[in-house]
């Protein structure tokens, strides 16, 4: 894993050192899980809160990325209530399929792979009195994702998709056996898109020959 890191890095090095754009996006949303455990099988929903930075050619870039949550899955029965937190921190394949990506609707596909880190409180009903805190070893997962993406005035997107995230999570309170941990995200965002190079005199030439501006 630590070959695959540096190697990453240093992709990353040289897409941002010869970037023709520069992604920024700040997103939240909903995620609902979908654990398998049957203590844990019905959905919570819970809001998260991320920032993504990537760099490479108009139609395909790398990045990093990091969420954590605002609100957290819980899951309670008549004597407990277990609430789970979650901060991620990640790498990703981003592609923009469209004529301008950094100016014109278009079709985003994502790729990546990164640490989820969690944490578990666990609560005594009634009263909420917090009886128990477990932190969890980070553990490797995956994700994926698609949506799109539509100018808001000339290099600043709304971005709007879907995104499953793959994790296992070492089982209650840190025994040696995992359960699967996934869930679902529906996230929005704003991005703002850099451009360079041959990308930026595109870009000049969409603006110059648009009278609103707003890259439609």
């Known amino acids: 894993m630590k070959k695959a890191q540096l190697l ?9 050192l010869n970037a023709q754009q520069l992604m920024l996006e700040i997103y939240s949303g909903v ?22 930075l990537a760099g490479g050619h108009e139609h395909v870039q ?21 609430e789970f937190d979650e901060t991620y921190k990640g790498l990703f394949l981003r592609g923009n399929f469209s004529s301008l990506p950094a100016y014109r609707f278009g079709l985003v596909l994502k790729a990546g792979a990164g640490y989820y880190e969690a944490s578990q409180n666990i609560y005594a009903i009634p009263g909420d009195a917090l009886s128990a805190s477990v932190d969890y070893d980070r ?47 529906f996230q929005m965002g704003l991005s703002l898109n850099l451009v ?11 603006i110059s020959g648009n009278r609103n501006k707003k890259g439609w």
């Open 8 to 16: 990453f890095v240093f992709l990353f090095t040289i897409s941002f």
């Open 31 to 52: 995620n609902a899980t979908a654990y398998e455990p049957k203590q844990y099988d019905e959905t919570q929903w819970h809001v998260p809160i991320g920032i993504r």
């Open 62 to 82: 790398i990045g990093v990325e990091y969420r954590q949550n605002i609100t957290h899955p819980a899951f309670a029965t008549e004597l407990i209530k277990e």
């Open 139 to 185: 553990t490797l997962g995956y994700n994926g994702g698609i949506g799109i993406s539509s100018p808001i005035h000339t290099l600043l997107h709304w971005e709007i998709g879907y995104q499953f995230n793959y994790v296992d999570r070492p089982e209650v309170l840190n025994t040696s056996a995992s359960y699967n941990a996934s869930y679902h995200s």
């Open 196 to 206: 360079f190079g041959n990308t930026a005199k595109k870009c000049r030439r969409v």
